[in-house]
């Protein structure tokens, strides 16, 4: 069985060269392979996640060179979870974008890098999530980091380069201090591998404990976008395709938080930073949601309520119990496929409408009732609404707080409740104006291709067509007959509303609704699976064994 682990890294990788090789001319073999081997994937994490649930974590030497020299691959309870969701979700993401059209309709821009570049950053997820050591780590980063950017800034179009220019010059930030870090307890404790580090970073004097504890949560809190490390998220996410801004926010945030807690458990046991941990947690819940309060893009807002609930996630990682460590995992996988789905319901949206501006859209619930349902209940869900997922993991979050007692975590008890109902009040808000209100007079009819001033060196006077005030400026309309093909939505230069979404993109959306409705239903199997995980990570020893062979 631990022959399977390195399988979730390699075959996306070796996929990629598949797909680099065959893709300009055989674009359905392109998106088979894509297609398959995400599937695979998901089929070996749901493998290990179980092995590792029933015999305890299992390990790989690559080269069968042993730590430190050797490349060490590990999976246990928590990293099986987090391979299976994440897999599950990026191939939900996968098939999405091939109803959109992003590989197979668009002449103007390279899109047959978006396959390889998809696959890539598979594997960079599958390498953090599996990583044993801080460089294998690190490389994880920085493949997530390639990948990331060509996806970013697909079509080159302006607004997708300046954010893109941006993820990257705060990515390039944080992989400087993260090597700085390496650099700093290699040169403290001889080694950088996990299990090693869990016995030696005990006897470095404490201050030389804190700085590289310090450090080491300042880039993983960046990557997660902690406030106040999350200024560049907002900016960043909406201006790309929806499947990219969707795997974005749902996955690649909680890289961040899955190395949180793996660090904070097996390198740094005793809580030292739990109340400035606490404290950012706080500020992560309140900052986040009084932004998405005064958005009224839904994109931009759903940015916001993502740094918000990365809070919830933070909070169980600065209480460090059982019961919190437990609670946080639960949040963490319903979060993943929560902001994954309502990020591609807002694909969904600008697919039918032309945008996802709230004061320029409504009457959906009433022409398009399906995709009212597939906001509705991952809305609700985010809300924390009973019984579903989200309630379940606020609550053993909040009971965790209640347990503590401390001064910190009822503090954080007090903001998490509010953070709860403000979201709530900001899910509602759009429900109203984008689908219980009837329609606004401006609103693009089904047909309307809306077409930035990139597309076309004239009619560049402000006509009646404009919207200036609506974050729309330099867009025109033009109309013509609906049901033509669509092939602007990748380059990011004009899209075409249609009032019949493509199935696939339906299909998807709602295999994410799906999955987090199945977190409610088979929530005992679940919260029992995070309770055994905590105990595992409190415990570490089972780590430590598996990898050192004691």
Same mark, same amino acid.
């Given at each position: ?123 960079? !997820?599958?390498?953090?999530? %599996? #990583? =044993?050591? *801080?460089?294998? $780590?690190?490389? /994880? ?5 390639? &990948? ?43 080694? !950088?591998?996990?299990?090693? %580090? #869990? =016995?030696? *970073?005990?006897? $470095?004097?404490? /201050? ?5 504890? &310090? ?58 930073? /739990? ?5 950012? &947690? ?269």
């Amino acid at each position: 069985m631990n022959a399977l682990v390195p399988l979730p890294v390699l075959l996306p990788l070796c996929a990629t060269g598949l797909s680099l090789t065959f893709g300009t001319r055989l674009k359905r073999f392109q998106r088979f392979i894509s297609v398959a081997v995400l599937t695979a994937v998901l089929g070996l994490s749901a493998t290990l996640m179980v092995a590792a649930d029933s015999e305890g974590p299992l390990s790989v030497h690559l080269g069968d060179f042993a730590p430190p020299l050797g490349i060490t691959l590990v999976a246990d309870r928590l990293s099986g979870l987090m391979l299976t969701i994440s897999s599950a979700v990026t191939l939900c993401v996968l098939v999405y974008s091939l109803g959109q059209g992003m590989a197979d309709r668009d002449e103007e821009t390279p899109v047959a890098v978006f396959h390889p570049a998809y696959l890539i950053l598979v594997a960079g !997820v599958s390498c953090t999530f %599996l #990583a =044993g050591d *801080l460089v294998n $780590l690190y490389v /994880g980063f920085e493949i997530m980091l390639v &990948a990331s950017f060509v996806l970013l800034t697909l079509g080159g179009t302006g607004p997708r380069i300046r954010a893109g220019s941006t993820y990257v010059i705060i990515s390039l930030f944080s992989s400087m201090l993260f090597l700085t870090a390496i650099a700093m307890t290699y040169a403290a404790a001889g080694t !950088v591998n996990f299990a090693q %580090l #869990a =016995g030696r *970073l005990a006897d $470095l004097p404490l /201050g030389v404990q804190t700085l590289i504890q &310090a450090m080491l949560l300042t880039v993983f809190a960046i990557k997660a976008a902690v406030f106040p490390l999350a200024a560049w998220l907002p900016d960043s996410y909406p201006t790309a395709p929806a499947p990219v801004t969707a795997v974005f926010a749902g996955l690649l945030t909680k890289v961040g938080v899955y190395c949180m807690l793996r660090t904070e458990t097996l390198l740094f046991p005793g809580n030292r930073l /739990g109340d400035l941990l606490m404290a950012a &947690a706080l500020a992560s819940m309140i900052v986040g949601i009084l932004g998405a309060v005064a958005q009224t893009d839904l994109k931009r807002l759903l940015s916001f309520t993502l740094i918000s609930h990365i809070g919830y996630m933070v909070f169980g990682i600065g209480l460090a119990t059982r019961e919190a460590y437990g609670g946080a995992i639960v949040y963490v996988v319903h979060h993943i496929t929560v902001q994954t789905t309502l990020f591609l319901v807002a694909g969904l949206i600008e697919r039918r409408s032309g945008t996802t501006e709230l004061t320029r859209i409504g009457g959906i619930a009433r022409a398009a009732p399906a995709l009212a349902v597939l906001f509705f209940v991952p809305a609700m869900n985010l809300a924390g609404i009973p019984p579903l997922s989200g309630f379940i993991g606020k609550l053993g979050l909040m009971r965790a707080g209640v347990a503590d007692g401390g001064v910190w975590a009822w503090i954080l008890v007090i903001g998490a409740t509010a953070t709860s109902l403000l979201t709530l009040y900001v899910v509602a808000k759009v429900w109203n104006l984008a689908f219980w209100r009837a329609a606004p007079p401006g609103q693009a009819a089904a047909g309307t291709v809306l077409e930035s001033d990139d597309d076309s060196d004239d009619d560049t006077d402000e006509g009646p067509d404009r919207m200036p005030g609506t974050g729309d400026e330099g867009v025109r309309l033009r109309h013509q007959p609906a049901g033509l093909a669509v092939a602007a939505t990748l380059h990011g230069r004009a899209v075409t509303t249609t009032s019949v979404l493509p199935r696939p993109m339906i299909w998807a959306t709602a295999a994410t609704v799906a999955l987090g409705l199945a977190f409610t239903v088979f929530a005992g199997p679940l919260t029992s699976y995070t309770d055994r995980s905590a105990t595992e990570l409190i415990a570490r020893t089972p780590y430590i064994e598996e990898v050192l062979g004691r």
